[in-house]
């Protein structure tokens, strides 16, 4: 299975997306922004970072790039698509998924690990997890404030589209601790935190059993790599 | 040449932690009288020629659709400034 990550101008977690992939057992596809060619890749990861420098906001104009074009063609055909922190973002702002991001509300830039609950397992990302589990994974932004209108938010909560929920602390002032979202579908999940920073023992975060050894993102490419091995 | 400005702002019902961040310095350097701000942004857009209507047409589009998010920000003026002795 080939997975394509993005790499747009300032993105950072590019390499990370692609070690992930690897780490999986897929094999990770770069591609560029300029480009209008998917090369053929079976899923896509948008990834992390702060590209054009979160100018105008938060991945808006990445989200007008010439392969988003066919990102945007690709989702709604079906395809598989991850975004991660900008590359939530840039989701949002493509109107892949549903909501806003916005400033934290505290103001700050918050790094940590962070315990998320999974709401949901009914998306192409998310199989390998099981309902109500508990994971860490690294979080890192300054603006993730999830945030929608009521009535698109009673629908997410109602339709299960929320994914992943803040646990002890909500970072960053998110409507309903919302830390990701999937589109009706179900191919396409967006989240704040990082599961490519916790795929490798060694270099994830701490854990009751040692140091660095948690790999609790892995199970977001394991998924989408077994969905497709059913669908093939 | 004709100027077009953009004024967006953060939706009045969501918190504005930059605006609230500034209250709260000016309240810290004893601007008491003030007891609120908030930060929207403002564009400025050229146009070579006249400001024709399909112009005005082009320009609100991009406001709703590219210079502001509407789920995050409203649009809250469009204004078409063309500098004096200039007509068009």
């Known amino acids: 299975m080939k997975i394509g990550v993005v790499t747009f101008p300032g993105s950072l977690d590019d390499r990370d997306a692609q070690r992930a992939v690897r780490l999986a057992g897929a094999e990770p596809v770069a591609l560029w922004h300029g480009s209008h060619s998917l090369e053929g890749v079976d899923a896509l990861v948008l990834p992390g970072g702060f590209s054009y420098g979160d100018y105008l906001r938060c991945g808006a104009i990445a989200s007008l790039s010439p392969i988003m074009t066919e990102v945007i063609d690709a989702a709604n055909k079906g395809m598989p698509v991850l975004g991660i922190c900008n590359g939530f973002q840039m989701l949002a702002e493509a109107h892949l998924v549903d909501g806003g991001l916005i400033r934290n509300d505290h103001g700050n830039f918050v790094c940590r690990d962070q315990k998320l609950r999974v709401e949901n397992t009914d998306s192409a990302w998310t199989s390998d997890f099981a309902v109500g589990q508990e994971i860490t994974i690294p979080l890192k932004n300054g603006e993730g404030g999830f945030i929608a209108d009521a009535e698109t938010l009673a629908r997410l909560e109602g339709e299960g589209q929320v994914m992943f929920r803040y646990v002890d602390v909500n970072p960053n002032g998110s409507l309903n601790d919302i830390a990701g979202v999937r589109n009706a579908r179900g191919n396409v999940v967006g989240l704040m935190p990082h599961p490519e920073h916790a795929v490798e023992a060694g270099f994830g975060p701490d854990t009751d059993v040692a140091m660095r050894s948690g790999v609790d993102g892995l199970a977001f490419f394991t998924s989408v790599i077994k969905q497709a091995l059913v669908n093939a | ?88």
């Open chain 2, 1 to 88: 040449m004709p100027t077009i400005v953009v004024e967006v702002m953060p939706k009045a019902e969501l918190l504005d932690p930059q605006g609230k961040a500034v209250a709260g310095a000016l309240a810290r350097i004893g601007k008491d009288g003030i007891s609120s701000v908030r930060i929207g942004k403002r564009f400025e857009i050229t146009v070579d020629g006249p400001i024709t209507d399909a112009v005005r047409a082009e320009v609100e589009q991009i406001a709703a659709e590219i210079l502001s998010n509407s789920v995050i920000e409203d649009v809250v003026g469009i204004h078409y400034e063309t500098p004096a002795g200039e007509t068009h």
